[in-house]
């Protein structure tokens, strides 16, 4: 990549048939405005219609006809490059949309079976199921639902599902039709044990594709290079690497075929977890950067006796969601032998196959079932997503996860099906194509089993902090010290000066402003342990402890808001987290319980709205400190549609509605979104006016205060030419007496406030006078031949 390549800032809009690409370029003069580089769009390949995030791709020819197609694609890139902006676009290379009437390629495939050209496109299992690809399409037991299925010429349909036939089987009496097709439909709820083909995650409505195959590579990229090839996009996001064959042989590929442009993959790092150095992208999409910057923000100590609060309001609940270790084991338990068992099945044939052909002795005589409990017992002792290669399996499946795993065996002989399964997996037996499916199986199963078990289920289940409920996060230890935060800043700074950081997404469970508010109670457990008693002290008919935490939590976070979106996002979390109701096994008078109990309480209770008011100039300072961070740490800042200003969201859909600009919206702005906006603004003028102190040949700097308050303010320096600073712990602070004689000792040179620049600093400035109008400052360097002007500058990398 050249640094021209590289964006300075994107701003990411979520496309759906409500916002079309003609909205997108209505939009454009105001985003440009903001000083963003480019624009981040979702998805724009043709996807299932009616999507409303466009993941489910139906085909990867063609521009998606429902947003404006190709030419309105095209018309937004040329206005956006007009107002001096690029676009950057998100790509889905994991999976399709299991919908064949709209998926050409699987159409053929059902209609043909494996002799079909496109079947290489599928990861199916064609050895299983009698050869036919099971559809978990059905809404009941095949015999409930048979006189639905209705033949119609060449076509087979069921409600508004239409599957091709077999050619010559159209006349066949139906129950042998259906035994003469290529494809098998059943009822949904089999698709936990029977499924054979790889889907992402559990959803059975997606399909894996391989594109590890060159020509499927090809075909579902030529779209995407030629917009590339014609300066109609110029960056790329890549969706779910993890559940790839192959991520490095694909990012490879991809690096190759773009002739290296900007590249960012959605990669979620565990704590401590590098990104593999030999992927040529420029980094991740930012969630590890997400994790850094909300944890400057949470109190350790705090979070410590929010935790213990925590454990003593929701104590029935607590032998479930107590210990997020534990929290996290019993949930890859459930995971595995429900949702995925089905993956675990397919492993287990591909383990004991190697294994019963295989010529060595060490590797023959393993029951089924003890191959099968060494590969649960191994996947969910994994503390990362995957492996990505042999060579750093050994670091993932550790011997001390081994170890633990022989203990669950009574016959210590039967153990030994822990140590062959590990070395199958280090590669230290099994060559060949069976062994390197085994080990891709594997680690795209550990991926699946991660997210459904850590995202999908623990987050809802483990919840003494919800701001700490986030991708990529470490709710067992949210808060990050200031030193553990410069030092990541100057990683990667070092290592992916280029890559992207977020604090919101399209998949965020709750935007950045909702986070920044329930940090503040790591802050305040005492009070906040106060008020939740008060609320709940007359039972409030709440259907539960743990829900009640969350929902009042929920409550103080968003802030005034209506009980629907509330009620929304509780029913999502009472399902999610599967310990009363579910989404495959609902339980109505739970869900109505949770319902009525939103509905009297945590919706508009007057005592939790001021315990909120009173706690405003902290969220404050969180909302705005976090936002100064986001924007000038190292990396690419992404922004989230809305989010330059004060944005409370839950959850998706709630986080999804169609944009807005704001001059398109009779709403006016509250104080502290118009300050956010200001700041926002700011920041990313100054990134465009300054580009030399925030690129890949930038430098980064701590600065150290000094004083009473020193603990409380964050700040660093960019290759000596700006300056940010923020506060930490705002109500610590005031509870300690406040800054007083605390000092920021400055780089040499004069200072100017950005947001004022009349106000200029140097040297020794007291942190009161440089936080007495925002809890946060940006500074920039200015010339003396310059001061007193607004918007003075440096050349790119200059110095005074």
């Known amino acids: 990549m050249t640094s021209s390549t590289v964006p300075l800032a994107t701003y990411r809009l979520q496309l759906q048939p409500g916002f079309p690409f003609a909205a997108a370029e209505a939009a454009v003069p105001y985003l440009a405005s903001l000083g963003v580089s480019h624009l981040h769009l979702s998805p724009v390949l043709e996807a299932v219609p009616g999507s409303a995030h466009g993941y489910d791709v139906v085909d990867h020819a063609r521009v998606r006809g429902e947003l404006g197609g190709e030419a309105a694609l095209r018309s937004l890139a040329r206005t956006a490059r007009a107002h001096g902006l690029g676009l950057v676009v998100d790509i889905v290379p994991n999976h399709m949309a299991m919908v064949p009437r709209h998926n050409r390629p699987l159409w053929e495939v059902l209609r043909e079976g494996p002799g079909s050209p496109y079947a290489r496109w599928f990861d199916i299992d064609w050895d299983v199921r ?49 035994d003469a097709q290529w494809y098998r439909p059943v009822w949904w709820r089999l698709a936990r044990t029977e499924l054979n083909y790889r889907r992402f995650f559990s959803i059975s409505e997606l399909i894996g594709v391989r594109v590890e195959d060159p020509e499927v590579f090809d075909a579902t990229h030529a779209k995407i290079l030629q917009l590339l090839d014609e300066g109609v996009v110029d960056g790329l996001r890549v969706d779910h690497p993890d559940g790839l064959a192959d991520p490095d042989g694909y990012l490879r590929r991809l690096h190759e075929a773009t002739g290296g442009r900007w590249t960012v993959v959605e990669k979620i790092l565990a704590e401590g977890e590098p990104l593999p150095p030999a ?156 062994g390197m499916e085994l080990r891709t199986r594997f680690a795209q199963t550990a991926s699946a089993l991660r997210a459904k078990s850590v995202e999908d289920t623990a987050f809802y289940r483990y919840v003494p902090l919800l701001s700490a409920n986030e991708v990529g996060q470490n709710p067992a230890g949210p808060a990050v010290a200031p030193e553990v935060f410069h030092a ?71 802030g005034p808001a209506s009980g629907e979106r509330l009620q929304g996002a509780l029913l999502k979390h009472v399902r999610e987290a599967g310990l009363h109701t579910s989404w495959t096994e609902q339980d109505p008078a739970y869900e109505r319980a949770v319902a ?49 200003g004060e944005y409370r969201a839950l959850v998706d859909p709630d986080n999804r509605e169609p944009f807005t600009p704001p001059e398109q919206t009779e709403e006016q702005p509250s104080e502290r979104s118009s300050e956010k906006s200001r700041l926002t603004t700011a920041a990313l003028r100054l990134r465009g006016r300054r580009p030399g102190a925030f690129g890949e040949t930038a430098t980064y700097g701590p600065l150290t205060a000094e004083g009473p308050g020193a603990a409380h303010c964050v700040a660093f320096v960019r290759s000596g030419e700006v300056v940010a600073a923020v506060t930490r712990l705002s109500l610590r602070l005031a509870e300690a007496g406040g800054w007083r004689e605390t000092r920021l000792v400055l780089p040499r040179g004069r200072w100017a406030d950005v947001l004022a620049p009349e106000r200029e ?40």
């Open 130 to 178: 009698g050869g036919q690809v099971l559809l978990p399409v059905l809404g009941g037991p095949l015999g409930a639902e048979i006189d639905q299925l209705v033949v119609d010429g060449k076509e087979l349909r069921y409600h508004e599902q239409v599957f091709p036939l077999r050619e010559g089987t159209e006349k066949l009496p139906l129950p042998q039709l259906l």
């Open 488 to 558: 990541y800043c100057a990683r990667v700074q070092r290592d992916w000066p280029a890559t992207g950081t977020v604090l919101s997404t399209h998949d965020t469970k709750r935007s950045a402003d909702v986070r920044a508010a329930l940090a503040v109670l790591t802050e305040c457990p005492e009070r906040w342990a106060e008020a939740l008693a008060e609320v709940t002290r007359e039972g409030s008919g709440m259907p539960d402890p743990q829900l009640a935490w969350v929902a009042w939590q929920t409550a103080f976070g968003l």
């Open 279 to 434: 992927w040529p992208v420029a980094g991740t999409t930012g969630y590890d950067a997400l994790r850094h910057v909300d944890g400057l923000f949470a109190d350790p100590g705090g979070v410590g006796e929010l935790r213990g609060q925590y454990r003593r309001f929701a104590a029935p609940e607590a032998d479930r969601g107590g210990r997020w270790e534990s929290t996290v084991r019993r949930a890859a338990y459930q995971v595995l032998g429900h949702e995925l068992a089905a993956e675990v099945d397919r492993l287990t044939r591909a383990a004991h196959r190697l294994c019963d052909r295989s010529p060595d002795p060490a590797l023959r005589d393993h029951a089924p079932w003890a191959l099968r409990t060494a590969l649960v017992e191994l996947l969910v002792r994994l503390e990362v997503y995957r492996p990505y290669t042999s060579g750093d399996a050994a670091l993932v499946v550790t011997e001390e996860a081994a170890a633990e795993a022989r203990t669950v065996f009574t016959v210590p002989e039967e153990s030994r099906a822990v140590d062959t399964v590990r070395n199958l997996l280090l590669g230290r037996a099994g060559e060949g194509p069976e």
């Open 596 to 644: 009525d109990f939103v509905a009297r309480g945590p919706g508009g209770d007057a005592r939790m709205a001021a315990l909120r008011s009173s706690l405003e100039p902290h969220v404050r300072a969180n909302v705005l400190g976090a936002a100064l961070v986001h924007l000038t740490m190292p990396g690419v800042p992404d922004l989230y549609q809305g989010t330059e």
């Open 761 to 800: 600093f140097t040297g020794h400035v007291r942190v009161a006078e440089l936080f007495d109008r925002l809890p946060v400052a940006l500074l920039e360097r200015v010339r003396e031949e310059h001061r007193g002007q607004t918007g003075t500058t440096l050349p790119p990398g200059g110095t005074a």
